[in-house]
Nanobody, 118 residues
Framework: QVQLVESGGGSVQAGGSLTLSCAAS???????MAWYRQAPGNRRESVAN???????TYADSVKGRFTISRDNVMNMVWLQMRNLKPEDTGVYYC?????????????WGQGTQVTVSP
């Protein structure tokens, strides 16, 4: 079974930076990789997505501040976050889509807390 292991969350002051990482265990063909976040009382929202061909899309709220990247050999995805704002606070989840024996699969990480203080 494939598992996603996240790391890199923490607490920073506004204007600071953090980099999140997520690694998929096992051998599997991963197509899309993405980061989502969920603030208390809010729905989980998409933050950034990167296709296998490295086409990137971002939520408007993070454009110009966050950068998503991936390594297809290591099955890893990163989220570099700069100029963090208090509204970026939340639990960040790694998400991956894969194909195994012709069937689509989806996986979620366990979540990592990001807290940005004013």
């Amino acid at each position: 079974q494939v598992q996603l292991v996240e790391s890199g969350g923490g607490s920073v002051q506004a204007g600071g930076s953090l980099t999140l990482s997520c690694a998929a265990s096992g051998t599997i063909y991963i197509t899309n990789m993405a980061w989502y976040r969920q603030a208390p009382g809010n729905r989980r929202e998409s933050v950034a997505n990167i296709t296998r061909d490295e086409i990137k899309t971002y939520a408007d709220s993070v454009k110009g501040r966050f950068t998503i990247s991936r390594d297809n050999v290591m099955n890893m995805v990163w989220l570099q976050m700069r100029n963090l704002k208090p509204e970026d606070t939340g639990v960040y989840y790694c998400y991956m889509e894969a194909i195994r024996r012709g069937s689509p699969l989806t996986f979620w990480g366990q979540g990592t807390q990001v807290t940005v203080s004013p």
